[in-house]
T-cell receptor, first 116, second 117 residues
Framework: ETGVTQTPRHLVMGMTNKKSLKCEQHLGHNAMYWYKQSAKKPLELMFVYNFKEQTENNSVPSRFSPECPNSSHLFLHLHTLQPEDSALYLC???????????????FGPGTRLTVL | AQTVTQSQPEMSVQEAETVTLSCTYDTSESDYYLFWYKQPPSRQMILVIRQEAYKQQNATENRFSVNFQKAAKSFSLKISDSQLGDAAMYFCAYRSPSFQGAQKLVFGQGTRLTINP
């Protein structure tokens, strides 16, 4: 596997379910990100992790819980979601800015989430 | 806060012709980075080209080039010799300079590009 991978690619869940999204990067990067992409809206940043530490929480509801056990893996735990949470969830990673000052983000293919 | 505006929700072009996608942004910073990403139907967001604001020379990547006008806060993408595989949503993005840690991207609304055979 190369680049940024995400599993599952599609997920359908009920409002009372608990599920998790997984992201893995094979690029040796130190920062990882979760984005939400809804129809007809710009991408919304949800969380940022740098060297496993959360550096940004963009006012995301607590029903979304991120976890970053190491610089290569990022999870998004989902619990008691609402139908309006249905969206494409994208993961991205980037190099440490001291090694790549452009800090270019590379994206995974996304998980299409549908909440019934 | 920085904002990014893509005023063209949809564009279309004949195969082999040239098309330009517009992007404007608002910032009070003097040093920053700009990106164009492409999202085909497969949904994978792919980096097309990037530009450092301190560089006056416009970035180019094969058939893709930008027209960066810093004073006008404009960052348009030109695609030459359009190919069917160029059909996708194109997003313009802005990022502040990284002095520490990771920095977030601010995205525009996107432009859907259709290539007509």
């Amino acid at each position: 596997e190369t680049g940024v991978t995400q599993t599952p690619r599609h997920l359908v869940m009920g409002m009372t379910n608990k599920k998790s999204l997984k992201c893995e990067q094979h690029l040796g990067h130190n920062a990882m990100y979760w984005y939400k992409q809804s129809a007809k809206k710009p991408l919304e940043l949800m969380f940022v992790y740098n060297f496993k530490e959360q550096t940004e929480n963009n006012s995301v509801p607590s029903r979304f819980s991120p976890e970053c056990p190491n610089s290569s893996h990022l999870f998004l735990h989902l619990h008691t979601l609402q139908p309006e949470d249905s969206a494409l969830y994208l993961c991205a990673s980037s190099q440490d800015w001291q090694r790549d000052q452009t800090d270019t983000q590379y994206f995974g293919p996304g998980t299409r989430l549908t909440v019934l | 806060a920085q904002t990014v505006t893509q005023s063209q929700p949809e564009m279309s072009v004949q195969e082999a012709e040239t098309v330009t996608l517009s992007c404007t942004y608002d910032t009070s910073e003097s040093d920053y980075y700009l990106f164009w990403y492409k999202q085909p139907p497969s949904r994978q967001m792919i980096l097309v080209i990037r530009q450092e604001a301190y560089k006056q020379q416009n970035a180019t990547e094969n058939r893709f080039s930008v027209n960066f006008q810093k004073a006008a806060k404009s960052f348009s993408l030109k695609i030459s010799d359009s190919q069917l595989g160029d059909a996708a949503m194109y997003f313009c993005a802005y990022r502040s300079p990284s002095f520490q840690g990771a920095q977030k991207l601010v995205f525009g609304q996107g432009t859907r590009l259709t290539i007509n055979p």
